[in-house]
């Protein structure tokens, strides 16, 4: 089994930056694909990035751009959401994913899910 806890939400101003930490336990060399997904009340979950074994990322259009997902270590079991250019559209609870198979994209499912941690951002 796989755990996955994220950390780092908080609250931040419009303009304002934050980072979102995923930490993965238990049988991780499984886990070939590494997402972030948000979902905000009153809406659907939707995803916001990915990234591969091999350090390959995709976006979401709406955070193109102002956010970078990166691995933070070697044996790939930590992840962070550099989130920059917050607007108050992107609160939300963020929420880390895995996946065990090779394909690595946000129309995927995946198999392991976080708590969440939520971002607040105000105007």
């Known amino acids: 089994q796989v755990q996955l806890v994220e950390s780092g939400g908080g609250s931040a101003q419009s303009g304002g930056s934050l980072r979102l930490f995923c930490a993965a336990s238990?049988?991780?060399?499984?886990?070939?694909?590494m997402a972030w997904f948000r979902q905000a009340p009153g809406q659907e979950r939707e995803g916001v990035a990915t990234s591969d074994l091999y350090g390959r990322t995709n976006y979401a259009d709406a955070v193109r751009g102002r956010f970078t997902i990166s691995r933070e270590n070697a044996q790939n079991t930590q992840y962070r959401l550099q989130m920059n250019s917050l607007q108050p559209e992107d609160t939300a609870m963020y929420f880390c994913?895995?996946?065990?198979?090779?394909?690595?994209?946000?129309?995927?499912?995946?198999?392991?899910w976080g708590q969440g941690t939520q971002v607040t951002v105000s105007s």
């Open positions: 994913a895995a996946r065990v198979g090779w394909a690595c994209g946000l129309e995927l499912s995946f198999d392991y």
């Open positions: 238990g049988y991780t060399p499984s886990l070939r694909c």
